[in-house]
């Protein structure tokens, strides 16, 4: 099983780690990790490195 971590593109600050789902819906994002937990956010999806499990968001001000 492949789980990313998400970090802002601004600072590269964690957002959320063991993402284990990512749904889009225009300008939301929601994460979910293996334990379930859940966060939405407003942003945008700017790269997904899925050889090093990473994801980078630009978050909306």
Known sequence: MCLATVLNNHDDSVIFRNVSKIEVDGSKILLRDILGDEKV????????????????LSLAD
């Not at 407003?42 to 050889?51: F, H, K």
């Open 41 to 56: 956010l407003e942003g945008t999806i700017l790269m997904a490195d899925l050889a090093n499990s990473v994801v980078k």
